[in-house]
Nanobody, 121 residues
């Protein structure tokens, strides 16, 4: 069974920084693309950033130049460094990934439980 667990959320002042982490665990055979999504109050869940297995990245226009996604394949970890945070970045942030297990060798899409990020003075 594969699980994604996020950490690193919290309350930060505008202009501040946070680093989110996502740990993939279980009987993992391979991890392809990993993504961060967010869902603000009363809003739909939107893609924030994505990274492929070879490290190619893309970002939502609203976070370009402020957020950086990275991964550590040896540790099965993905990160989201968030700088120059704004109140509109307030949301629950979810980790998402395409992962295969040793049992099935088939890629499935998994979600973490989410971590709250609140940007407020």
């Amino acid at each position: 069974q594969v699980q994604l667990v996020e950490s690193g959320g919290g309350l930060v002042q505008p202009g501040g920084s946070l680093r989110l982490s996502c740990a993939a665990s279980g009987s993992i055979f391979s991890i392809n693309a990993m993504r961060w999504y967010r869902q603000g109050p009363g809003k739909q869940r939107d893609l924030v950033a994505a990274i492929t297995s070879d490290g190619s990245t893309n970002y939502a226009d609203s976070v370009k130049g402020r957020f950086t996604i990275s991964r550590d394949n040896a540790k099965n970890m993905v990160y989201l460094q968030m700088n120059s945070l704004r109140p509109e970045d307030t949301a629950v942030y979810y980790c998402n990934g395409d992962i295969s297990s040793y049992r099935s060798r088939t890629l499935y899409n998994y979600w973490g439980q989410g971590t709250q990020v609140t940007v407020s003075s």
